[in-house]
């Protein structure tokens, strides 16, 4: 033994330092490697249509002509937190639901998507971008 303990401890406050560098479970290798580790691809962009990230606002697509403010306040209002909708002037087929809460938007997400508004017309429902 050359009497150096590989255990020494780091001086306080250092320890701390050295964690905030390299996030936990990304430590590089300790083997020598040649090319750096690649940064993580950018995830491509999905086209607009809704997300999955959870938003109060739910997007709801797929709409008959025949839908109106009031079918679809009818339809969302039986869930909690609901607190408006809202038709796109021009477009038939898409609307915006508001509730307070991300949570209860997924609720009503969930219990809804894919309903009937017609026999021909199921809506699709995702959450609104951020």
């Known amino acids: 033994s050359s009497g150096i303990n590989a255990e020494w401890p780091l001086r306080p406050g250092m320890q701390g330092m050295m ?3 390299i996030p936990p479970g990304m430590q590089p290798p300790a083997v020598n490697t040649v090319a750096p ?5 950018p995830r491509p962009t999905p086209p607009q249509t809704g997300s999955e990230i959870p938003h109060k606002i739910l997007f709801l697509q797929n709409l008959p ?7 679809l306040t009818m339809l969302f209002e039986q869930f909690p937190g609901f607190k ?7 477009r038939h087929d898409i609307a915006f639901v508001e509730f ?6 997924s609720q009503a997400k969930q219990a809804l998507n894919q309903f009937k508004i017609t026999p021909k017309n199921a809506m699709s429902i995702s959450f609104a971008n951020k």
């Open 19 to 21: 964690q905030g560098i």
């Open 37 to 41: 580790p690649m940064p993580p691809k």
């Open 84 to 90: 408006e909708t809202r038709l796109v002037p021009g």
């Open 100 to 105: 307070e809460v991300d949570q209860q938007a």
């Open 65 to 71: 002509p025949e839908t109106t403010e009031m079918m």
